[in-house]
């Protein structure tokens, strides 16, 4: 039986990841800044992890506890709308921290099992925001950017050890608590010569009808796991697979 490392399970596409995993009969590590079990469901192969991604000790004590595992999905993620000229830099470093240096760490953190063992897969969930920028997202798009030629670049630097690095890009997800998760952060973003525009644009997202579902995003992560033959970058959801397509 394989186990899976997940980041970020507490909510959103996290949750969706360990369920998927869970009822393909794989063991998976939970992990949470503030550990809920009762959000999954009861299950002999389910651990749940204290982890905050941002702190290395916590890092740590994570990969200690797990053990061996076979595939890491860095999903732990923050995210933010705001116009940059309202963004304090303290919060877009509080971006970066979460789901750059994050990612990085975490991935630096279980690499050495894998190369000793010569096997195992490392996927990172980013944002279809990589391919098609948008407005009022400058600072978050720069954080997965970020990710994307960092996954790019080590799964070049791991194909040796027959380590897989994967992308999984996932559109707009109203599901999740995205924006509901970014109201601190977002609540001095846009300056009132911004109001205006930025009303605009949430309109318009409000009218689309192509969206990612969480499960979109567990199928995607579930076939970079598992297939040595999926592509570096897999779009997840309609509206993901369409920017793919159009990029």
């Keep these: 039986m394989k186990t899976v490392l997940i980041t970020g399970c507490s909510s959103g596409f996290g949750l969706e990841i360990a369920r998927y995993f869970l009822d393909r009969d794989w063991k998976v590590i939970a992990t949470m800044r503030t550990p809920r079990e009762n959000v999954l469901p009861r299950s002999e192969h389910l651990r749940v992890i204290a982890l905050d991604v941002t702190d290395p000790e916590s890092i740590r ?29 303290e919060t877009t470093r509080e971006i970066f921290e979460t789901n750059t240096f994050g990612t990085i760490a975490m991935t630096q953190a279980v690499v050495p099992q894998f190369r000793q063992r010569q096997s195992g897969v490392v996927v990172n969930v980013t944002s279809t925001v990589t391919l098609r920028p948008l407005p009022l997202l400058s600072v978050y798009t720069a954080s997965k950017v970020a990710v994307n030629a960092f996954t790019e670049s080590l799964a070049l630097e791991l194909e040796p050890f027959n ?48 969206i990612t579902r969480s499960v979109d995003v567990a199928e995607a992560v579930w076939r970079a796991a598992t297939d040595p033959s999926s592509p570096m970058r897999i779009p997840a959801g309609a509206d993901a697979v369409r920017w793919a397509n159009e990029a």
């Design 163 to 210: 380590v897989r690095v994967r992308l999984v890009l996932p559109g707009r997800a109203p599901d999740t608590r995205f924006a509901e998760n970014g109201q601190t952060r977002m609540q001095h973003g846009f300056p009132e010569p911004y109001a205006g525009f930025a009303q605009r644009i949430f309109e318009g997202w409000a009218e689309s009808t192509e």
């Design 61 to 89: 004590k994570a990969v200690e506890a797990a053990g061996p595992i076979d595939v890491l999905v860095n999903n732990a993620g923050i995210g933010m709308l705001n116009a940059l000229e309202g963004t304090p830099m």
